[in-house]
């Protein structure tokens, strides 16, 4: 007979929400991109667990932390207040700083998708916002969590995980690896997060900012790439 004192649940929805909206089920197209992981393959950068685990732990830390995650966090603070002109300010930052057609295409594709899934979901101002929102998916990614009052610091961590993941299941098809070993490295890069946050969090707005030599290099190639599965 199970023990019901045990089993206690708290009902965190927001929690919940998160883990809705880092779905891999999410359908905002993030399965078709690799952020130059392709064509890195192609070239010999990347040819196995190893190389990659190197790859995507240089983006988390010379990209992420610097760009992606602080300005997550302060698109979290604006959607909080209702600050529509802040938002957009982060977006035109953040459309800025991504160093290759492809990257901004890709910001600005998911951004599109996920826009039309906020309005379907009937968040608050999702459509009055929806024509900013559809120019960033880190922005619609941001809305949502405070709307739905996932706190600044889960959101940024969700954002990590799931960039982590939708690459590493992009890996498994491209190098090519096994299911076993992409789980593995998961498995590693995970602990890792928390600290990314951690710093994300600190960074003063003058200090945001980022430049991935081998990111843009691989992204740009990948547009010419002969034959690819992968849209970036």
Not at 59 to 66: A, E, G, I, M
Not at 187 to 212: F, K, N, T, Y
Request: net charge negative; hydrophobic share 50%; with cysteine.
């Amino acid at each position: 007979m199970l023990d019901n004192s045990s089993m206690s649940y708290g009902g965190d929805l927001p929690l919940l929400r998160l883990m809705h909206l880092v779905s891999p089920s999410l359908p905002v197209g993030a399965f078709t991109y690799s952020a130059g992981i392709e064509w890195a393959v192609e070239a010999g950068w990347i040819q196995d667990i190893g190389d990659l685990e190197q790859w995507l732990a240089d983006q988390l830390h010379h990209v992420l932390v610097p760009l992606d995650l602080p300005i997550a966090i302060r698109m979290h603070c604006a959607a909080d207040s209702g600050d529509l002109d802040a938002m957009v300010g982060w977006i035109e930052w953040l459309l800025a700083a991504r160093e290759t057609a492809e990257l901004r295409q890709e910001e600005i594709n998911r951004g599109r998708a996920l826009a039309d899934l906020l309005k379907a979901w009937r968040l608050p101002n999702a459509d009055t916002w929806r024509p900013q929102l559809m120019r960033s998916q880190t922005a619609g990614f941001a809305f949502a969590a405070a709307s739905w009052q996932v706190s600044a610091d889960a959101m940024a961590a969700g954002l990590a995980w799931s960039w982590l993941e939708n690459l590493t299941l992009a890996a498994i098809k491209i190098i090519p690896l096994g299911q076993t070993e992409g789980q593995q490295l998961l498995h590693r890069m995970l602990p890792g997060i928390p600290g990314a946050v951690r710093q994300a969090v600190a960074l003063e707005d003058e200090d945001i900012g980022a430049s991935s030599p081998a990111l843009a290099i691989a992204s740009s190639a990948h547009e010419q790439q002969y034959t690819r599965l992968f849209r970036s």
